[in-house]
């Protein structure tokens, strides 16, 4: 299907904070919580989840952690072997032993992260109007990513917005608003529901690998995502997680 392509729009910041004061989720699960729309995720709603499983086949959704520095790629991994094969550990020759280092800033386009509640603070608030100030150079007092430390375990809904399209990826810049989700969502007979988990592919990653990195910065190129107002639907639907590649 072609679709016609829609630019990101700018809104002004009254329109914006008009938006994120009708979408926000503060005090709906009380003053001390930690976990926000995560707590959509009922334990029936992951019990019908396991009632989907067809087959035992499992598909990563992570991309090769990126050691080589790019436009997109400010902080790339450290990655070296501390222990290798050749070095006598004194255990004798017949035993070797192979360790490595591994240091990385999680955030960015090029390391599959989830975010914690804390990443993004708006005014000097954090989630539930908690200060800003509660994260620290020591780290996070409260909304760090301990709260997701059992995991999330959901249905998931893929939301392939350029298989939907017929191209292989979103051009940087470009949006997809409420009225394309659904209409996706009724050509592939499927509807985002309260506690889903939202997969949303742009293709990004592909567009990488065959163009080459690009500046997805606020000065550069961006990305393509989701339109600001789309985000209506992720609340009246309740969906818990938004998962974008």
């Known amino acids: 299907m072609n679709t016609p392509k829609?630019?990101?729009?700018?809104?002004?910041?009254?329109?914006?904070?008009?938006?994120?004061?009708?979408?926000?989720?503060?005090g709906r699960w009380g003053p001390d919580d930690?976990?926000?729309t995560l707590n959509y995720i009922t334990p029936d709603k992951v019990h019908a989840a396991t009632t989907l499983v067809k087959s035992g086949r499992s598909v990563s959704l992570e991309i090769?952690?990126?050691?080589?520095?790019?436009?997109?790629?400010?902080?790339?991994?450290?990655?070296?072997m501390t222990t290798?094969?050749?070095?006598?550990?004194?255990?004798?020759?017949?035993?070797g032993?192979?360790?490595?280092?591994?240091?990385?800033q999680f955030h960015g386009d090029c390391h599959t992260h989830i975010d914690a509640l804390c990443h993004v603070a708006y005014k000097g608030q954090l989630y539930n109007g908690r200060p800003s100030e509660l994260v620290t150079s020591k780290g996070a007092l409260c909304l760090d990513i301990t709260a997701f430390a059992?995991?999330?375990?959901?249905?998931?809904?893929?939301?392939?917005?350029?298989?939907?399209?017929?191209v292989r990826w979103l051009e940087p810049g470009e949006s997809v608003t409420r009225e394309e989700i659904e209409?996706?969502?009724?050509?592939?007979?499927?509807?985002?529901?309260?506690?889903?988990?939202?997969?949303?592919?742009?293709?990004h990653h592909r567009r990488r690998l065959e163009l080459g990195a690009w500046d997805v910065g606020y000065t550069g190129e961006g990305r393509a995502g989701l339109d600001l107002y789309s985000l209506?639907?992720?609340h009246e639907r309740k969906v818990a997680v938004f998962l974008p590649d």
């Open 150 to 166: 059992h995991g999330i375990v959901g249905r998931g809904v893929l939301i392939d917005m350029p298989r939907f399209r017929g």
């Open 34 to 36: 930690e976990k926000g």
């Open 232 to 234: 209506t639907l992720l």
């Open 97 to 104: 032993m192979a360790t490595d280092f591994l240091g990385i």
């Open 84 to 95: 290798t094969y050749d070095v006598d550990v004194g255990a004798g020759k017949q035993v």
């Open 6 to 26: 829609a630019k990101s729009s700018h809104v002004s910041l009254g329109d914006f904070d008009q938006l994120f004061e009708s979408l926000k989720n503060w």
């Open 64 to 80: 090769p952690i990126a050691t080589l520095a790019g436009p997109d790629n400010p902080n790339p991994a450290i990655h070296y």
């Open 183 to 203: 209409a996706l969502e009724e050509a592939q007979g499927v509807k985002l529901a309260e506690g889903d988990i939202m997969v949303f592919r742009t293709g």
